[in-house]
Structures are given as C-alpha cells and as structure tokens.
C-alpha cells in the first residue's frame, strides 16, 4: 500500500531564492546606513534597494485576521516579496520569542510558507536575520 504523500513544509526553489535576493538587499542597505536608526527608515531603505534590483514587492500589504471564519482585525506585514515571501522588520536590542511568533502568525494566517525576520540594529546584519518556514 503506498504511503500517502507528505504536504510540502520546506519552502519552493522560488522561494529560497527570492528569500537569498532579499537577503542580500537588506545586506547593502545595513552596509550602507549602519545600525541605530528607526525601522521605518530601513523599511524604505529596503523598499528602494528591492526596486532598483527588480524585485516584486508590496508595501505594509493589509492582511484579514481571521478567527472561526469571522474577520476579527486585520493585520499589515512590513514587506510581501512576490506575493511569495513575508519580510518582518526590526530596529531593536535583541530579537525576541515574540518577534518569532508574530511572523509565525502572519505566515499562518495569510497563508504563506516563508519569512525572514530582519533586524537591523546589529553590527553585524548575518547575525539579525532569522529565516521563519511554517511548518
């Protein structure tokens, strides 16, 4: 008897790769502006260096929360990539559970499979990027 396929939790190709490319976006923009600043100034640091590479993407897209089938809210995520990948912003100390847990709700709720939650405010920027897969 075969074994009834598994539902797909890693992310597409496509995905990985639109993740890397916005990785490597919100790389230069540290490179260029540095840590310290406000989340809505590399929000729009982010927003320019993802349309001078061509990369598709909505702004602070509104997102229905959803509860039992009834609309309770609504929600707004910093950057859709593609109407594929959720791009959370941060400018704070260190990132937290609930940083985690706030992209994990975004992706379950608007039904996405993949996040990157970006935080800006490290020396290092490799050391504030958390990759978030809803699994």
Do not use: W
């Not at 009834?4 to 990785?23: M, N, S």
């Not at 490597?24 to 927003?47: D, N």
């Not at 897209?61 to 509860?67: E, V």
């Not at 990157?116 to 920027?125: K, P, R, Y």
Request: charged content about 25%; some cysteine; aromatic content about 6%.
């Amino acid at each position: 008897m075969p074994v009834a396929a598994r539902p797909r939790t890693e992310p597409t190709k496509q995905e990985d790769f639109l993740a890397h490319e916005v990785i490597g976006a919100a790389i230069e923009v540290h490179r260029v502006l540095g840590p310290g600043l406000l989340e809505s100034v590399y929000e729009e640091a982010l927003c320019i260096e993802l349309t001078e590479r061509r990369i598709p993407f909505v702004r602070q897209k509104r997102i229905d929360l959803i509860y039992k089938g009834h609309t309770i809210g609504a929600g707004r995520l910093d950057i859709l990539v593609d109407d594929t990948v959720v791009v959370e912003l941060k400018a704070v100390e260190a990132l937290t559970d609930v940083h985690l847990a706030q992209v994990l709700s975004y992706l379950r709720t608007a039904g996405y499979r993949l996040g990157l939650l970006l935080n800006f405010n490290t020396a290092v920027l490799k050391k504030g990027i958390k990759r978030v897969v809803l699994t």
